[in-house]
């Protein structure tokens, strides 16, 4: 059974670009969830997918965006980087939102 | 929405000790869970656990929903238990909302 896997690891980006991260849910997993981590915070919930629609948005700004695909992994994208953007950026996936949630290692975003 | 507050914020043991982490949230809760964050990032799960009694090796957790806390054990603690232990709850909805974490430190 593979796990929730991340790519990239690390990406550095200048203000003002677009960044794609992508996701790969967990078998059996059709919930993805992403997560922003500022330095030194608790995880702040950006939004979820669940079976290709989006389920629940935290408080972030439209620039902010996703996909789910039928194979349930996901994108998160961002357009319009700012400097505040620099973060842990961590997903999470379930089985019909229930039983909890496994993480993957995250993508470290440096916008400089 | 629901207020996570854990403590304490920052603990630091000698190798071998016992510690108990807490948890307080101020609502319902349909899912609890507990986390370690490695040095690398990755969020470990430890323990599902939105009511009752959990254990597993020398970690072992509580809920006690009705009262609106949760706690975490470790015992015989060992240096690679040091990083930041995560509680979060999730009420009706999709997310999972955090605390701010206990920074744990085990020195050899």
């Known amino acids: 059974e593979t796990g929730v896997t991340q790519s990239p690891t690390h990406l550095i980006k200048t203000r003002g670009q677009q960044v794609t991260l992508r996701c790969s849910s967990q078998?059996?997993?059709?919930?993805v969830s992403w997560y922003q981590q500022a330095l030194g915070q608790g995880p702040q919930f950006i939004f979820q997918?669940?079976?290709?629609?989006?389920?629940g948005r935290g408080n972030f700004p439209p620039r902010f965006s996703g996909l789910q695909f039928p194979n349930y992994s996901s994108e998160l994208n961002v357009n319009a980087l700012e400097l505040d953007d620099s973060a842990l950026y961590l997903c999470?996936?379930?089985?019909?939102?229930?039983?909890?949630?496994?993480f993957g290692s995250g993508t470290r975003l440096t916008v400089v | 929405g629901i207020q996570v507050e854990q403590s304490p914020p920052d603990l630091i043991l000698q190798e071998g000790a016992n510690s108990t982490l807490r948890c307080n949230f101020s609502?319902?809760?349909?899912?609890l869970q507990w986390f370690h964050q490695n040095p690398w990032g990755q969020l470990i799960n430890l323990f599902y656990?939105?009511?009752g009694t959990k254990q597993n090796g020398r970690l072992s957790a509580t809920t006690v929903a009705t009262e609106r806390y949760s706690l975490l054990y470790i015992s015989s603690s060992q240096t690679t238990d040091s990083g930041v232990y995560f509680c979060?709850?999730?009420?009706?909805?999709?997310?999972?909302?955090f605390g701010e974490g206990t920074q744990l430190t085990v020195n050899p």
């Open positions: 999470a996936s379930s089985k019909d939102r229930v039983y909890g949630y496994t």
């Open positions: 997918y669940y079976r290709e629609e989006e389920n």
């Open positions: 078998s059996g997993h059709n919930t």
């Open positions: 656990i939105p009511s």
């Open positions: 979060a709850v999730e009420t009706s909805g999709s997310r999972l909302t």
């Open positions: 609502d319902s809760v349909n899912n």
